[in-house]
């Protein structure tokens, strides 16, 4: 079933990911390509306000505010366009050239700092993640430049710091070929889907992969 709703209390500066838990769904405003805003926010959606809704209607978001921490004393700003949610925080990463930082927020409304947990070297730039919790695995996808489109796999994750191994890193092919990836997500029937895009001559899709990669 798909359903349309418009959400309150909400402004669309660069929503860039979606994703949930057992009671809520998060929308992230979190993007800044220019990085000239000194504060981002996440929009929490009650569930059973989705369910009780028809297609058409509207319904009410609580925010959360925050902006990314002082280093050295000076204010800094990132890009970020991957968001997931676990044991009752929310889990940003980065969409640096190089690398990722990981950023953890509480997950209830109002206004806070983010708290920098860990980085890793991506050798290119995360656009999209995902979480199994059943198998504790975390998934990220991203380019380098317009060039390779990239998948990162992290197994058996700590449940506080995700890096503390290096990752399984998989090429998906050329921007020509895939397009920009943007999103990605694990389903039951072992497979996971991805979103790209319009890039040139390539259209926006939705497409999947079996997995786990081999």
């Not at 990085?35 to 996440?42: G, H, M």
């Not at 950023?103 to 979480?131: C, R």
């Not at 489109?149 to 998906?172: D, H, M, R, Y």
Request: one cysteine or more; a negative charge; aromatic letters at 12%.
């Amino acid at each position: 079933m798909v359903a349309e709703f418009k959400v309150n209390n909400s402004d669309n500066v660069d929503w860039e990911e979606v994703t949930q838990d057992r009671d809520y769904v998060y929308i992230a405003d979190i993007g800044d390509n220019s990085l000239a805003r000194s504060e981002k926010q996440i929009y929490r959606i009650k569930k059973t306000d989705l369910t009780q809704k028809g297609t058409g209607g509207a319904v009410n978001s609580e925010v959360i505010r925050f902006s990314y921490p002082e280093i050295d004393g000076k204010e800094e700003r990132f890009d970020a366009e991957a968001l997931i949610s676990l044991n009752g925080s929310l889990h940003l990463f980065t969409k640096d050239l190089f690398e990722s930082n990981h950023f953890i927020i509480p997950a209830g409304p109002g206004k806070t700092t983010a708290k920098f947990v860990e980085k890793f070297k991506s050798n290119g730039q995360v656009t999209g993640a995902a979480l199994d919790s059943a198998t504790n695995t975390l998934i990220m996808v991203g380019y380098m430049g317009f060039g390779l489109q990239l998948f990162w796999e992290f197994k058996n994750i700590n449940q506080s710091a995700f890096f503390t191994k290096p990752p399984g890193v998989f090429s998906l092919g050329e921007v020509t070929e895939t397009g920009q990836l943007e999103a990605v997500c694990f389903t039951a029937e072992k497979k996971v889907y991805l979103t790209n895009e319009q890039f040139g001559g390539l259209k926006q899709q939705l497409w999947n992969l079996p997995y786990p990669l081999q």
